[in-house]
């Protein structure tokens, strides 16, 4: 059956204004500066809850649709129609975009309100709020195209927002740094992605999700060309999701502000590639070894970001290594395809909770003890700060998986549907999602306990750590409810995940195989969990040396990231800096000497030009006179002869 | 259609405009910028009026006039403008009144005369517009060499360190290429004799011309080499970083924003229409002139410690895609090439500007003397940085349209090409935040608190000069279409003259097999 998205009308033909309102925010900060001084942070927030509001209003509107595919495409006007290309400013109102608009306002608007009370000591709040603002909007352009195109125009937005972001504070060099090395890497990305829109072009004559998907169902199109397709937007969804080999990025993207990495580098625009795979489902269920490739490469980054978030000592680098690794599992969901798509946007939604709130805990721990970040100078803070220790606590068992929190719910089906791929593959793959929940156990509870317990090993100038004021717990509060009960909501309510989306994965068909039960993999999975969360226990119950320590080879090799920056590095900065540095030596030298000792022999040397300048214009004429009568001469001969 | 000689006024204006400011007295500077700015507004006025009557739906080319010249060689005093020169007219009138803005107190300190300065700068716009409108191939011929002679004057008499050797480079380059252009244009006036029986420049009969392959390929070889180096391609490149770094901010925002486009125009004007056998013989060395050129520039600009060289071989790597564009033959890469050329006209054209007014402030373009400039100058460094975010083509920014219509027009009939272009604007993400970075960003540089002038953020004359580019950019990069439609036809006409079509989707429409 072809896809076809039903037109917009009635209250659902308004939903550019999603896009709209937090839009006109971020221009209003960002264009009248001073004037928005006072109550600019306040518009931010409110901007962002009107979206939200609007999101639910938008969401029961769909909810009482009765047509088979329920959604609401719109074409706003024409975007770039040249010859047969024809690019609409479109929208698409679907179930998948509908939970990505509550996700992103909902937590945003969570979020935004945290940043109020975080930034209030910041004297560039206000940009920080246009530019948080333009985020929004960005990330809901980018979950609302009807086409690939408009996607990319809000793929790119996200990624300048994420740019802006993490350098927010741009004097300091390593934010600068830190900015520029993630959009670059997302350009990498990027790159992949347009090139994808190119090949869709080429084969589909066109960039509508639609049309593309019916093309693809069709079997016109070969399937090296799909396999090629895929791994094209799969490159971009790495780089945005920084899934391996483009993760190097996201780390170092927690120089940013806080409210930041919580919304951008842990909610919402990381997932941005599981939502691009989700959408992209007709293609890459057409292809088994574009699948398979999927899988890999979600398997390899879960693995890789939990070992290396078992090393890190910034508490923030731990959260945003489990933020890889999490990701990971997305990827290895959506990779797996069929019923596994949905679970992996269950997890998606229940991470955008419990990752958020683990996020804005850690910034309110970092709100107490001056800015430091190193959970080797922490410890024992249970007792000064009870609502960040109970709500860090909740998303900590619920990112480790313990029933009932929503980890468990999300994280679990997708072990279990690694196992149950086909042939040899799913043992591998599911013992890699099961060895990444014992080691996501292992650092969270030493993240936790470092933390919150054991002795105190402040340095001396934090003399009383305080909890962090309403507006900031606030969100903590509703997030941890989140953690608790997002998991159980989405698959077991009549709001369920599953359901929902069914119209948007349209093949509900079981595998056929299974290689182990339900129970079986749970109870695996919980008794991992629980070995990993006792070896972080054991070890790290009585806090930690309060400087590096030697260690072993895996450790010092997670320490450095896996090596991943020191490859990039060796590999690409290096000789790229040379690369330059000789291509400027040639080109002052060798081309230009070259065409200037060519322009020597037709006007003399440039020495003497220099001296007889002033009268240049006269020797111009004279030489272009000559010149004239030379060639007029030459070709009267060839013409006549 | 009117019949108002729109394209002869425009021209001849900004003539009549630099004879009064030059006759002003050297002791009423005030004035002759007055009179400059109202003279170059007035065109932009007329141009205004012009766009507005075009008809895109119409025939070619519109406001057609023709005068007697030279009878015994058939050279006439033709214009006539098209969709994609009507584009470039725009672009020129509405750069020259945002130049003279912003070159308000440029040459005040110099010990030169301020009114030659502003003359220049319309004698400048007069040969800019002549060149574009023209229909006579002699006539272009003439303004493409005339239109050298002001920019010489605004480099070497008004320009920076090395002004004199960048001003003379950029001349000889120019006149090297000229010479080929004239001795193919006068190749072409005796084909044309011979064949139509009275010798005429008029592009109309030319371009009806059948040659022998080799007569045809030389001829080709002659304009294109010319236009080569105007653009410039490589390997014909380096002329430009001299004279874009010597040259003052405003007449280098011309020189890379409109002189160079010249070159692609006249690829696409000359060169395709009138020999499109060897086009197509020679587009593959286009294409591969034009990539390497994207790569080049690119990894050169990384390399760069002076913010005008910096942004001259960005617009080497600019002019690659351009080239791509219009030697893929396709609808979208051709249609992409000329709004690129708009819209490289305003970006480049807004960045050189800003970098004009960095410049002016620390009175040295090393990117090194700079370092974290944003905190003491919070507007002209978000201006400076969207200028770059124009320059590597962030979607919403109007240059995304142009170099997305490129390379997916380029990728439908050769993909390699297009693939190793699109490592381009990863390059191109590269050059432009690693420069703002390095000036903007940071720690602040102890030495640039020490220059006055560092400490003011941009006054409201500067904002004038940037808003309409920023409002154009923006506007352009979400509804491009107002150009799009203008453009489109002539490039379809441009092609069907060298006989290609744009290849079908592998995939027929509406599922089935």
């Not at chain 1, 080999?245 to 997932?271: C, F, K, R, Y």
């Not at chain 2, 170059?40 to 739906?57: G, P």
């Not at chain 2, 406001?63 to 015994?72: G, L, N, V």
């Not at chain 2, 901010?249 to 056998?277: E, N, Q, S």
Request: net charge positive; proline share 4%.
């Amino acid at each position: 059956m072809p896809v076809h998205f039903a037109a917009a009308h009635g209250t659902l033909s308004s939903i550019w204004l999603l896009v709209a309102i937090p839009l006109a925010s971020a221009a209003i900060l960002l264009l009248f500066g001073r004037f928005t001084e006072r109550w600019g942070h306040l518009l931010g927030v409110a901007s962002v809850l009107a979206s939200f509001i609007l999101g639910l209003i938008y969401f029961f509107s769909l909810r009482g649709l009765s047509s088979p595919y329920r959604a609401a495409s719109l074409n706003l006007f024409d975007f770039i129609p040249v010859g047969g290309l024809k690019v609409q400013f479109g929208l698409l109102y679907d179930p998948l975009s509908a939970i990505f608009v509550l996700l992103i306002t909902g937590v945003g608007f969570l979020i935004h309100l945290y940043a109020v009370g975080y930034m209030s000591h910041d004297e560039g709040r206000r940009r920080f709020f246009g530019y948080f603002n333009l985020f929004v909007a960005a990330m809901l352009l980018l979950v609302l195209g009807n086409n690939y195109v408009i996607t990319f125009v809000g793929w790119e937005g996200v990624g300048l927002a994420s740019y802006l972001l993490i350098s927010f504070w741009y004097d300091r060099p390593a934010a600068a740094t830190a900015g520029k090395k993630a959009f670059i890497m997302n350009r990498v990305g990027d790159a992949g992605f347009v090139t994808a829109i190119f090949l869709m072009f080429a084969t589909f004559g066109s960039v509508n999700f639609a049309d593309v998907f019916n093309g693809v169902a069709s079997h016109g199109a070969g399937q090296t060309t799909i396999l090629i397709l895929g791994l094209l937007l799969l490159l971009g969804a790495c780089g945005k999701s920084g899934q391996f080999p483009l993760q190097a990025w996201l780390p170092d993207a927690m120089e940013g502000p806080t409210p930041v990495s919580a919304l951008i580098h842990a909610a919402t625009m990381v997932t941005a590639g599981v939502y691009l795979i989700a959408r992209s489902n007709p293609l890459f269920t057409a292809n088994l070894t574009l699948q398979t490739v999927v899988v890999a490469v979600g398997a390899f980054t879960l693995l890789f970001g939990s070992i290396i978030g078992g090393a890190k000592d910034d508490i923030k680098r731990v959260l945003a290594w489990s933020t890889v690794s999490q990701i990971g599992y997305m990827f290895l969901g959506v990779g797996l395809g069929g019923a596994a798509y949905a679970l992996a946007l269950i997890h998606l939604l229940a991470h955008g909770f419990f990752k958020a709130g683990l996020f804005l805990g850690a910034g309110s721990v970092m709100h107490s003890m001056k800015d430091r970040t190193d959970i080797r100078r922490f410890g024992g803070l249970w007792r000064y700060m009870p609502i960040t220790w109970a709500t860090f606590g909740l998303g900590y068992l619920s990112i480790i998986g313990i029933p009932p929190l929503s980890g468990f719910f999300s994280k679990d089906p997708i072990i279990e549907s690694a196992f149950n791929r086909a042939g040899w593959t799913g043992w591998l793959f599911g013992s890699a999602a099961l060895l990444g929940a014992g080691l996501t156990a292992f650092y969270m509870t030493r993240l936790f306990v470092l933390t919150f317990h054991g002795p105190k090993r402040w340095t001396e100038d934090i003399e009383h750590p305080h909890e962090s004021p309403a507006v900031m717990t606030i969100p903590l509060v509703l997030l941890a409810v989140g953690s608790i009960a997002a998991g159980a909501l989405f698959v077991y309510s009549p709001f369920n995940v599953k359901d929902w989306l069914r119209p948007v994965f349209n093949n509900p068909a079981a595998e056929g195989h299974e290689h182990i039960g339900q129970w079986w993999a749970t109870g695996m999975t919980f008794v991992v969990v629980l070995i990993g969360l006792a070896i972080g226990l054991l070890l790290f119950r009585r806090g930690t040396a309060p400087q590096e320590q030697p260690a072993g080879p895996v450790v010092a090799a997670a320490r450095a990231n896996l090596f991943g920056d020191m490859f990039n590095e060796t590999v690409f900065e290096k000789p790229g800096l040379y690369l330059t540095r000789a291509l400027v030596y040639l080109d002052n030298r060798g081309i230009d000497g070259l065409v200037n000792g060519l322009a020597a022999l037709v006007g003399g040397s440039s020495g003497r030009l220099r001296r007889t300048q002033t009268g240049f214009v006269r020797s111009y004429a004279l030489s272009m006179l000559g010149g004239a009568l030379l060639i007029v001469a030459a070709m009267l001969a060839v013409a006549l002869g | 259609m009117s019949s108002f000689p729109y394209l002869s006024v425009l021209t001849g204006g900004p003539l009549v405009g630099a004879a009064v400011v030059a006759c002003l007295p050297r002791s009423r500077p005030q004035l002759a910028k007055v009179v400059a700015l109202v003279w170059s507004l007035a065109a932009l006025v007329l141009t205004a009026v012009m766009y507005a009557t075009f008809n895109a739906n119409g025939s070619r080319f519109q406001f057609r006039e023709s005068y007697q010249w030279i009878p015994f060689w058939g050279a006439r005093f033709t214009f006539e403008a098209d969709g994609i020169a009507l584009v470039m007219l725009a672009l020129i009138a509405l750069l020259v009144p945002l130049v003279i803005l912003a070159s308000w107190h440029d040459v005040d300190s110099a010990k030169r005369s301020v009114p030659t300065y502003f003359a220049l700068l319309l004698a400048l716009e007069c040969t800019m517009i002549g060149v574009f409108a023209a229909a006579d191939i002699f006539l272009f011929y003439v303004f493409f060499e005339v239109m050298l002679v002001p920019m010489y004057f605004l480099i070497g008499s008004y320009g920076g360190q090395r002004r004199q050797y960048a001003a003379v480079k950029f001349f000889l380059y120019s006149l090297v290429g000229g010479l080929l252009m004239l001795a193919a244009v006068i190749g072409l006036w005796v084909v044309g004799r011979d064949q139509l029986g009275h010798g005429t420049f008029d592009w109309h009969q030319l371009t009806s011309l059948h040659m022998s392959t080799t007569t045809e390929r030389w001829l080709f070889l002659g304009f294109f080499v010319a236009f080569a180096i105007k653009a410039p391609f490589f390997p014909f490149h380096t002329w430009l970083p001299d004279a874009g770094g010597a040259a003052p901010a405003g007449a280098a925002a011309l020189l890379v924003g409109v002189l160079d486009k010249v070159g692609t125009f006249g690829i696409l004007r000359y060169c395709l229409p009138l020999f499109p056998h060897a086009s197509k013989y020679f587009a593959p060395l286009g294409l591969v002139l034009a990539l390497v050129g994207i790569i080049y520039g690119a990894l050169l600009a990384i390399g760069q410690n002076d913010l005008k060289r910096l942004v001259s071989y960005t617009s080497i790597a600019h002019f690659g895609f351009i080239g791509i564009g219009i030697f893929a033959f396709t609808t979208q890469g051709g249609t992409g090439a000329v709004l690129y050329m708009l819209n490289h006209g305003l970006a480049t054209g807004l960045l050189f500007l800003v970098v004009g007014m960095l410049v002016a402030r620390r009175g040295s373009s090393l990117v090194s003397d700079f370092g974290g400039a944003g905190k003491l100058m919070p507007v002209l460094g978000g201006v400076f940085f969207i200028a770059g975010l124009a320059s590597l083509a962030l979607p919403g920014t109007s240059p995304f349209v142009s170099e997305f219509l490129v390379l997916l027009g380029t990728f439908t009939v050769h993909k390699t090409v297009a693939v190793i272009a699109t490592v381009g604007i990863i390059l191109a993400a590269a050059y432009v935040l690693w420069m703002v970075q390095r000036t903007t960003q940071g720690t602040l540089n102890p030495a640039l608190e020490k220059v006055d002038a560092m400490r003011r953020d941009m006054s409201v004359r500067e904002k004038v000069v940037v808003a309409p580019l920023i409002v154009l950019l923006l506007l352009l990069g979400f509804y491009p279409k107002p150009v799009t439609d203008v453009i489109n036809p002539a490039v379809k006409a441009t092609f069907s003259q060298i006989g290609t079509s744009d290849p079908n989707p592998t995939v027929a429409q509406g599922g089935g097999k």
